[in-house]
T-cell receptor, first 113, second 116 residues
Framework: QKEVEQNSGPLSVPEGAIASLNCTYS??????FFWYRQYSGKSPELIMS????GDKEDGRFTAQLNKASQYVSLLIRDSQPSDSATYLC?????????????FGTGTRLAVRP | DTEVTQTPKHLVMGMTNKKSLKCEQH?????MYWYKQKAKKPPELMFV???????INESVPSRFSPECPNSSLLNLHLHALQPEDSALYLC???????????????FGPGTRLTVL
């Protein structure tokens, strides 16, 4: 079982729709969770971080964390063609693990005009 | 300001060359990271420096040699690389909390390395 799993996609949604990206992780000691957006040929850009169970909203983005189910998601409302990118879920374990970020393989999102 | 800079943007080198990648940040971050990313794959951690000391080496071959000369700079020295080392090399940095854990990592734009 991979430590962090994501559906590779592509996830195709029409412009203006809600895009829902999902991520599961295997290690219960994981403490911090991040979503990065990566355009082709560019470096990862932080979209959201979440540390506690529940929802966290920032503009059109909402991150949801459920530690009991070991599940984190990212919702993108009013999707725009400029949101088309690969979305990487990343998980950080406790300090004793050396502050490693473990990435999922990423979900490719395509927003159709 | 959450900017991490990397130079050069592109690098082409032969297998016998010696070259260096440079990373710089002025955000006061005391943790710095090197990642390697191949096409259509997630970033793979190579090295972590905490307070200018190497804290993690993910069993990286010795042809990659990291160096952290001060709290703002991180270098990656390259020697005798192989064509399969061609990739995007990413630098990242983060705060370290007083309790010891690292905070959110911010990535630089990367260096696209091609080994001939």
């Amino acid at each position: 079982q991979k430590e962090v799993e994501q559906n590779s996609g592509p996830l195709s949604v029409p412009e203006g729709a809600i895009a829902s990206l999902n991520c599961t992780y295997s290690d219960r000691v994981s403490q911090s969770f991040f979503w990065y957006r990566q355009y082709s040929g560019k470096s990862p850009e932080l979209i959201m971080s979440i540390y506690s169970n529940g929802d966290k909203e920032d503009g059109r983005f909402t991150a949801q964390l459920n530690k009991a189910s070991q599940y984190v998601s990212l919702l993108i409302r009013d999707s725009q063609p400029s949101d088309s990118a690969t979305y990487l879920c990343a998980v950080r374990k406790e300090k004793s693990s050396g502050d490693k970020l473990t990435f999922g393989t990423g979900t490719r999102l395509a927003v159709r005009p | 300001d959450t900017e991490v800079t990397q130079t050069p943007k592109h690098l082409v080198m032969g297998m016998t060359n010696k070259k260096s990648l440079k990373c710089e940040q002025h955000m006061g971050h005391r943790a710095m990271y090197w990642y390697k990313q191949k096409a259509k794959k997630p970033p793979e951690l190579m090295f972590v420096y905490s307070y200018e000391k190497l804290s993690i080496n993910e069993s990286v071959p010795s042809r990659f040699s990291p160096e952290c000369p001060n709290s703002s700079l991180l270098n990656l020295h390259l020697h005798a690389l192989q064509p399969e080392d061609s990739a995007l090399y990413l630098c990242a940095s983060s705060f370290i909390h007083r309790a010891g854990g690292a905070d959110t990592q911010y990535f630089g734009p990367g260096t696209r390395l091609t080994v001939l």
